[in-house]
């Protein structure tokens, strides 16, 4: 082992917890002294990487899956109306979330549009969305023809300031979409309690937050409804799919219902003719749901064991200068870590940017993702804003001022330049792996030298 390595190990050994708060005030810190200054050429400039193992792929099936595939195919029972998988899976799910119904659907857009429009968001409607999330969130309310208005992000909990929701609702705002992005609960207490003072419904984007934790309860069971993602990427993956997740009987039906072409569901719905509300085709099939019921079994153990990386991370990463893990929202008991998100603050590395430091830790062995930019100013905004029915449903003021609050997202803003985050599959390794990651980023803060 080189010895640059080995002094690597030994700062991991040797920072701890306590010594955190003091290494990220103010003053840069004379962090070599740790373990004396270590020196060692960075692999981005020909250097041994840190890590030269790759990382376990995603996803994970179990050989004796196969049997029951092949079962399920020969059938001819693809359709949930020819079969019982997707009930199986819906009763599965509520069960393992802690939800009175879910309905499955066949992703976690579907999901979402099913919700909102169940839950009455209209053409010509306000819905407070999230900025710091996958564009499907941003897309679900467009496709409402409702306007996604955007609350700024805390930057340290990287989810809805709670703060800045108020100032945002209108008279035509229905709902608030909350999203716990990559697992990391929003600050739903408050978040709940606007809802119930402007009488809103509050739809839980947890499509990246499947047995996410928030005051005991599980993210998607806290608000009207909740909407989960089986997208191959996912924690509980089967290529696409995606939930809904409900306690009100009537409001579960009329999801079920429009997800299914309008036809009637359930006892609240009974004795109602045939196409008695709108509906659209937004059915799991019989494949993802069998997928999906194996899926399920390894979710919380993988889940126990992200977390157990996450916080090991937690305790060694804050000590290195300009990295700062995520924080979590008041209230909120457990991320999911769809992804490990810290933020990099480049003043502490000379000033190399976000993307020079992540090529470093690319070479060494350890990829990240630089996760959402301003894709408010990507042009779909503009897209929508612009047609002949946005123009009709809005008058040219709101429109205006809408353009102007999408420049006044200071805090998301920054955070699209600094955040650095670490897949979600990386978090299944050991914690020898994790010591990988850390002493990874401590080479190239020692060495930053050598990127200027
Ligand atoms: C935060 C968020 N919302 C919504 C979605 C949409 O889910 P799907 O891809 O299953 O349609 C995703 C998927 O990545 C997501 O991450």
Redesign the pocket.
């Known amino acids: 082992m080189k010895s640059g390595n080995l002094s690597r190990r030994k700062f991991i050994a040797s920072t701890s917890a306590g010594a955190a708060g003091a290494m990220l005030s103010n003053a840069i810190p004379a962090f070599g002294s740790l373990n004396g200054g270590a020196a060692s050429e960075l692999a981005i400039n020909g250097g041994t990487p840190v890590r030269t193992d790759g990382w376990m792929d995603w996803p994970i099936w179990d050989p004796s899956d196969e049997e029951s595939m092949l079962t399920l195919l020969r059938s001819g029972n693809w359709y949930r109306g020819d079969g019982h998988k997707c009930e199986e899976f819906e009763s599965k799910y509520a069960q393992l979330i802690g939800a009175r119904h879910v309905v499955a659907t066949a992703?976690?857009?579907?999901a979402?549009i099913a919700a909102l429009h169940t839950l009455g968001v209209d053409a010509g409607d306000e819905v407070i969305v999230s900025p710091y999330?996958?564009i499907?969130?941003y897309n679900v309310v467009f496709n409402q023809k409702a306007l996604p208005v955007f609350a700024d992000t805390n930057q340290e909990t990287f989810t809805i300031d709670p703060g800045k929701i108020e100032e945002r609702i209108t008279d035509r705002t229905r709902a608030i979409l909350p999203?716990h992005?990559f697992g990391l609960p929003a600050d739903m207490n408050r978040i709940l309690a606007i809802a119930k003072k402007h009488n809103l419904s509050v739809v839980e984007?947890a499509?990246?937050a499947w047995l996410a934790e928030y005051d005991g309860k599980m993210c998607g069971t806290l608000g009207d409804l909740g909407?989960f993602?089986?997208?191959n990427?996912?924690h509980i993956p089967s290529g696409?799919?995606?939930a809904i997740a409900g306690d009100n009987d009537e409001v579960m039906d009329r999801c079920f219902a429009y997800h299914n072409c309008g036809r009637p569901h359930g006892a609240t719905m009974a004795g109602l003719r045939n196409y008695h509300i709108r509906g659209s085709n937004k059915r799991m099939t019989e494949i993802q749901a069998e997928i999906l019921l194996s899926q399920m079994g390894r979710a919380r153990a993988d889940a126990d064991k992200r977390l157990e990386n996450a916080l090991y991370l937690d305790s060694k990463l804050k000590d290195i200068p300009g990295i700062i893990p995520y924080k979590l929202a008041d209230g909120a008991t457990r991320s999911a870590y769809h992804f490990y998100p810290f933020r990099y603050k480049s003043e502490y590395f000379d000033g190399i940017p976000r993307e020079q430091f992540m090529a470093a830790l690319d070479a060494e062995g350890i990829p990240s993702y630089s996760g959402y930019g301003k894709q408010y100013f990507d042009g779909l905004i503009e897209d929508a804003i612009g047609s002949r029915g946005y123009k009709r449903l809005f008058s040219a003021g709101r429109l205006n001022r809408y353009r102007e609050e999408i420049r006044n997202l200071p805090e998301n803003d920054q955070l699209t330049r600094e955040g650095v985050m670490l897949f979600q599959n990386m978090l299944l390794a050991e914690q020898k792996d994790m010591d990988d990651i850390i002493n990874a980023i401590h080479k190239i803060y020692e060495n930053r030298s050598q990127l200027t």
Do not use: R
């Open positions: 992703s976690g857009t579907t979402l999330t996958f499907a969130t999203v992005i984007d499509c990246q909407c993602s089986f997208q990427s996912k696409e799919g995606g």
